[in-house]
């Protein structure tokens, strides 16, 4: 065995982990796993001696209490393993259609999320192009884009609904415009930075070949905000995952997650409602990885990928 072979450290399997990705992220859920222990116990410790109270018993050891108050049936906060159970009974154990299948209510939220991600795509990237080459619209429609997002989604969610609900429109669209109200905003900021973003050297040289406007747009502008508009996509999806649930709850919608949430609230049901928004939560983190999947490829083929 080679001197250099001797000398070179030995890195332990937990060190290779953690120099990679998952295991920081399994040390943060971890984590977060623990605190949500922690704080289970710590806020449904007063009902559980409560309830020792009234029941007329003496109270039980900490060991008895830690159980009793992560087991309750409506307790203040879940603790994983109860919100856990309740996902997989509402996703495995039900059928696809029934009223009671998180997967059923999902899809409903889900259909207008992508509608309303469309739409609010769309919008963002017509809306950049147009204050990028017109100064006119730089000056006036850019500060209403950005002081549309001032406006408490709660507020205008309402208005929105009963505004298309008068003119005959229900259904899909009134929650997909909601959702389009939350993600053309990430999109239009993020094409405009990445649409300005050639060097000035750049757009001297399609000058000089005598390109148009559109072949300036289509062969340099576009392909250099690809990385803004996908970066601007990742929060759109989620701010329009959020816009498709709050859309659903001034409606008194029967379907969808936001329906969930509100019917948990209506009759205390404290583990419907955790495990309803961590529903939400791998929705949004698997539409985001999805574009990161596609982000990846479409970079990669353009000659940008690492």
């Known amino acids: 065995m080679s001197s250099a072979a001797l000398s070179a450290p030995s890195r332990s399997p937990m060190a290779g982990l953690m120099q990679g990705t998952a295991g920081p992220v399994i040390v943060v859920v971890a984590a977060i796993i623990a605190i949500w222990y922690l704080a289970a116990v710590l806020l449904n410790t007063p009902f559980q001696r409560d309830i020792y109270k009234r029941g007329g018993a003496e109270d039980a050891s900490l060991a008895q209490l830690v159980a009793d108050t992560l087991s309750q049936d409506r307790p203040v906060l879940p603790s994983p393993h109860q919100v856990a159970v309740e996902v997989w009974e509402t996703t495995a154990n039900k059928a696809v259609t029934s009223k009671r299948s998180l997967i059923y209510h999902s899809s409903i939220t889900l259909s207008s999320t992508l509608l309303g991600f469309v739409l609010g795509t769309g919008l963002g990237i017509v809306l950049a192009i147009g204050v990028?080459?017109?100064?006119?619209?730089?000056?006036?429609?850019?500060?209403?884009?950005?002081?549309?997002?001032?406006?408490?989604?709660l507020a205008i969610a309402p208005m929105i609904i009963v505004v298309l609900n008068a003119i005959g429109i229900s259904g899909l669209l009134p929650k997909a415009m909601i959702s389009t109200y939350l993600s053309f905003f990430p999109v239009t900021v993020g094409m405009v930075k990445g649409l300005r973003s050639p060097e000035t050297i750049q757009l001297d040289l399609m000058k000089t070949y005598s390109a148009s406007r559109a072949?300036?747009?289509?062969?340099?502008?576009?392909?250099s905000a690809a990385p803004y508009l996908f970066a601007s996509m990742k929060v759109g999806v989620a701010a329009s995952l959020v816009g498709a649930i709050v859309g659903e709850l001034p409606t008194g919608a029967v379907a969808g997650l936001g329906a969930r949430l509100l019917a948990g609230s209506y009759y205390g049901q404290t583990v419907q409602i955790w495990s309803a928004l961590i529903v939400a939560?791998?929705?949004?983190?698997?539409?985001?990885?999805?574009?990161?999947?596609?982000?990846?490829?479409?970079?990669?083929?353009?000659?940008m990928g690492q």
């Open 132 to 153: 990028v080459h017109s100064r006119v619209l730089d000056k006036s429609l850019m500060p209403w884009v950005i002081s549309s997002q001032t406006i408490p989604i």
């Open 215 to 223: 072949q300036a747009l289509w062969k340099l502008r576009l392909p």
């Open 281 to 303: 939560a791998v929705i949004a983190a698997s539409l985001v990885a999805l574009i990161g999947v596609a982000e990846r490829i479409v970079l990669k083929r353009m000659g």
